[in-house]
């Protein structure tokens, strides 16, 4: 659950920076670097997060 919880918290982010910058970050340490996270915490259970900056999905990349 952890996990899934990490996943929807980045997605809120990337949409909150979307609507206040106008356009998707270019990665998820963009998030960090304009101060939207203070940091992108590790997947609880190890697993990999992708991000595509094109479409702004936050995704489980372990089932790529």
Do not use: C, M, W
Not at 7 to 23: M, P, T
Not at 35 to 40: C, D, F, G
Request: no cysteine; hydrophobic share 35%.
């Amino acid at each position: 659950i952890a996990h899934y919880q990490l996943l929807d918290a980045l997605d809120s982010l990337v949409k909150i920076f979307h609507q206040k910058e106008g356009r998707l970050p270019k990665s998820l340490d963009e998030l960090v670097q304009k101060r939207y996270a203070s940091e992108i915490p590790a997947d609880p259970v190890n697993r990999k997060i992708e991000y595509d900056p094109t479409t702004g999905l936050v995704i489980d990349g372990t089932f790529k």
